[in-house]
């Protein structure tokens, strides 16, 4: 990002984001065999195309109006109860050294086709023996859109996680 110095630059930027985002979003949707996927994907660079179209309008000289209907309330907490969907991290800092706390209970059922057998019934039900766990990591930015970060878990629970981001 560099130092903008009208109004126009900001919304040159922001436009030229945006068109990225729909770029990004169209070309995963193109790669992938998965037709839900496409979709979902599809929809995403359709918002980011409205997004565009907005900008482009206060660009021109329109004034942008924000919707006046409410936002709807889609109840997430209401299903944050359930462990399949709860994982908790919390890191609490002691000295160099973080803790992580997992809380992933999962029960999974259903069936697997099997070859000349026919479908096999399973039922997995997975429980974290330990909760806690010890982490340490480091992260460092690289420029304004580019950082990366790596974690290590060790104790009862070994872990790695090496994560490189690049925002557009």
């Known amino acids: 990002m560099s130092d903008f110095t009208t109004v126009d630059e900001i919304l040159d930027y922001a436009i030229g984001m945006e068109q990225a985002a729909v770029d990004l979003y169209t070309r995963i949707a193109e790669q992938t065999a998965n037709p839900t996927a496409r979709k979902v994907f599809l929809g995403f660079a359709g918002e980011e195309k409205g997004h565009k179209a907005k900008l482009e309008a206060v660009k021109a000289g329109k004034k942008f109006v924000g919707s006046a209907k409410a936002v709807q309330d889609l109840k997430i907490a209401d299903y944050m109860d359930d462990p399949v969907h709860v994982f908790n991290r ?76 690049v925002r557009f």
């Open 90 to 165: 919390l890191c609490v800092e002691r000295g160099s050294r973080c803790g992580m706390y997992l809380d992933t209970d999962e029960k999974h059922s259903g069936t697997f086709p099997l070859p000349f057998i026919g479908d096999v019934p399973f039922e997995v039900e997975l429980k974290t023996s330990d909760n806690w766990n010890y982490t340490v990591g480091a992260g460092y930015e690289l420029s304004d859109r580019v950082n990366l970060s790596l974690e290590a878990g060790f104790g009862n629970r070994q872990h790695s996680l090496f994560n490189f981001n």
